[in-house]
């Protein structure tokens, strides 16, 4: 019995684990997306730059 309580304790741990590195990696993700969206940035060059 003892053993199988060990081993319900280390998948529950692994299961843990692996949620977590799921969610920094989803973390990551979004932020690489937020940083490389063209709607989210402005450009300090306008477009009327060399009118005059």
């Known amino acids: 019995m003892f053993e199988y309580e ?3 304790l280390n998948q529950a741990e692994l299961i843990r ?3 977590e ?4 990696l989803q973390v990551r993700r979004a ?3 937020a940083k490389n969206d063209p709607e989210g940035q402005v ?3 306008g477009r ?5």
Request: aromatic share 4%; charged share 50%; net charge positive.
């Open 31 to 33: 932020r690489r997306s």
């Open 6 to 8: 060990i081993h319900k």
């Open 48 to 52: 009327f730059e060399h009118a005059a």
């Open 21 to 24: 590195e799921r969610r920094a």
């Open 43 to 45: 450009s300090t060059r």
């Open 17 to 19: 684990r692996a949620d």
